[in-house]
């Protein structure tokens, strides 16, 4: 019975970990590129008196907004790892893919300011 559940625990880690690392990666590639391409149209738009700043305001709130949704499933995902550690009862090694660390973030070297 204990077996059984210790392998619930690591296939419920390995479960989260893969789904959150797929989110984490809708966020590096597809939604804070598209949020930074909006800002700087809507500060292109504004700078040449086409638009109010309100747009470039409420782009910009999108940014942190989608900014912040990565950094929560960032959290998630080095949760996902802790448990899986618990679960398996020692660390993953840096160079698998279930370790969150061996993956860089791809925007870390972009600047993230709205």
Do not use: C, W
């Amino acid at each position: 019975m204990t077996q059984e559940i210790g392998g619930k625990e690591v296939a419920d880690a390995l479960s989260a970990i893969r789904s959150t690392q797929e989110l984490v990666r809708f966020y590096e590639t597809e939604a804070l590129p598209q949020a930074r391409r909006s800002v700087e149209t809507a500060r292109a738009t504004y700078q040449a008196g086409e638009q109010s700043v309100l747009a470039l305001i409420e782009a910009q709130e999108t940014l942190i907004a989608q900014q912040q949704a990565q950094v929560n499933a960032l959290r998630d995902l080095a949760q996902a790892q802790a448990e899986l550690e618990r679960a398996v009862g020692g660390t993953i090694p840096d160079d698998t893919e279930l370790n969150p660390a061996s993956h860089p973030r791809a925007d870390e070297s972009k600047g993230d300011e709205p």
